[in-house]
Structures are given as structure tokens and as C-alpha cells.
């Protein structure tokens, strides 16, 4: 891990400990939760903070011992590297980045993954302007492409498998560019710079609220985000985990995180994001 964001992670998990923790007093489990954002820090706070202290609050009562929930923040998918290498104890990330701590690291488990209305899929979206003549993929062949970060599902890989399946890799476009967040991509799309680009659907959502002119020219399948534990976890820890997580209904406890809840997971469900993955060798660039 590069030392910035080594020492980023670390100061996040001290100065944040106190904001997250169940009560006052020596903990007798205090655990690390570690994700990446591209929000500020307090933002990312205020997101997790309600799920994570009742999580404390419901496996000290099944454990028999107090459990305190610290957050650890990277400000970029470096934050991988916490998870790999035991920095965390478990995190939130998005399915592309599981394979990738997974290869690193084998020991690493799935404790559930986000429901999506029931399923363990959501939409991806390959939009393009309000007014583009464009109405198939391969209309894009020789168009410009704005893709999300180099490390995301949605944003890179999956969205590279869509255009390999109509035969356009990066030597048949103008030019593409990896622009970091969803909703830029979008924005970039409705600003006309760029012909086409790859969003999740509810940035997609947004952004046409906010009168953003930009319209969905195909949609894909992705998995939801797993929640993982590091290697050598107490397996007695994962599994309380696990069962408070499957077994939460409270609407507003799960309202910043996953509104449908959790369902159970395994390596498994992520074998197209890992076939993705794979192929965006092919796509070049």
C-alpha cells in the first residue's frame, strides 16, 4: 500500500473510533470496519454510522461482550490493501475489488451481501445524451467513451465486456477516458463531452432528477457489494456478524446501507464480475 494512504487509513480508524462506539469505557472486542469513498470522510461517517453502532450494539448482546465498531476510510481503492493485509477486520466493497482482495488474499470471506429488492443483482447503464441519434452499442464504434475508476465493476469491466460483445475494444474508439466517480460520468455524458459512458443506475436516476440530458442507451447486470471479513477472523465473530446482518429488518437501521437488507453469499455469485475481469484484457488501452 502506498504510505499516503497507509497513513490515511490509520489516522481515520483513531480519529473516528469515538464516533462509532457503542458506549463509553474499555471495549472488550473492538473491531474495524474499513471501506473506500469518494465522499469526505464525515460524509462516509455519517452513511455507515447508524448500521455500524447498532451491528456493536446486537453482537455484544449475542457475544456476552462488548463490542465497539471503529471505521477505517481510504480515499481510493487502495483501500483494498487494509483488507489484504489485516489492517481491517471487515469491509464493504464493490464486486470487482472482492476478486481482486480475494486473488491477494484467499482467506478472506464473504459474511453476506446487500439485497437488492430480493436479488443479488442491479442495474449498470451505458447512457448516452438526451439527444444522441446513437440506439445500439455498436453505434459507438468510433465514438468517445467515458468510463468510471480503472478498479470499478460497473464503471470499467463490465462495461468493457458490454462493448467486446459487439466487437469495439479501445483501438475502435476516438478516445476514452477513466473519470473516477459515476456521477461525473454521467455529468460528462449530458455535457456533451464525451458520446456515451457507464453509470450505476441509481447515479443514473439521479442525475436525470437533477435534469441531467441523459438517456439510457442499455442496461447490464451487476452483483451486489459483498461485506467481507479479513483472514483469520474469529469464525465464532464472522458468523454473529452474519447472522445479525441476514437477520435485520429495521428500515431505518438499513436505510444508508442496504434498504432491502442482506442475503447470504458466497464466492460464487461473483464468477461473471471475475470472467469481466478477465476479459477486459482483451478490451485493450
Not at 497507509?6 to 483513531?14: D, E, K, N, T
Not at 452483483?223 to 479479513?230: G, S
Request: glycine letters at 8%.
Amino acid at each position: 500500500m502506498p504510505p499516503t494512504a497507509s497513513l490515511f487509513i490509520a489516522i481515520a480508524s483513531v480519529t473516528l473510533a469515538a464516533l462509532l462506539t457503542a458506549s463509553p469505557g474499555a471495549a472488550d472486542l473492538n473491531l474495524i470496519f474499513g471501506t473506500y469513498t469518494a465522499d469526505k470522510p464525515t460524509t462516509t461517517v455519517r452513511k455507515f454510522k447508524p448500521f455500524l453502532t447498532f451491528l456493536a450494539g446486537a453482537m455484544s448482546e449475542r457475544l456476552g461482550e462488548q463490542v465497539t465498531i471503529s471505521m477505517a476510510i481510504s480515499r481510493s481503492y487502495n483501500g483494498i490493501d487494509a483488507l489484504v493485509q489485516g489492517q481491517v477486520d471487515f469491509a464493504r466493497f464493490g464486486p470487482a475489488s472482492y476478486v481482486t482482495a480475494k486473488q491477494a488474499e484467499d482467506g478472506i470471506s464473504i459474511i453476506a451481501m446487500e439485497s437488492s429488492k430480493g436479488k443479488k443483482t442491479f442495474k449498470g447503464i451505458i447512457a448516452v445524451h438526451q439527444n444522441s441519434t446513437f440506439n445500439s452499442l455498436a453505434d459507438l464504434r468510433n465514438g468517445r467513451f467515458a468510463f468510471g475508476s480503472e478498479l470499478s465493476t460497473i464503471g470499467r469491466f463490465l462495461a468493457q465486456s458490454e462493448l467486446l460483445d459487439v466487437d469495439i475494444s479501445a483501438k475502435d474508439l476516438e478516445y476514452f477516458e477513466y473519470l473516477g466517480r459515476h456521477d461525473r460520468v454521467g455529468t460528462a455524458v449530458g455535457a456533451g463531452d464525451f458520446d456515451a459512458g457507464a453509470l450505476k443506475s441509481s447515479t443514473f436516476a439521479k442525475l436525470v432528477k437533477k435534469n441531467v440530458p441523459i438517456r439510457e442507451l442499455v442496461s447490464f447486470d451487476n452483483v451486489t457489494k459483498p461485506w467481507l471479513a479479513r483472514a483469520g477472523l474469529d469464525p465464532a465473530i464472522v458468523e454473529t456478524m452474519r447472522r445479525v446482518m441476514l437477520e435485520t429488518k429495521d428500515i431505518e437501521v438499513l436505510e444508508s446501507v442496504s434498504k432491502s437488507g442482506f442475503l447470504e453469499g458466497n464466492d460464487n455469485d461473483y464468477v461473471t464480475i471475475r470472467e469481466a475481469i478477465n476479459r477486459s484484457m482483451e478490451f485493450g488501452g
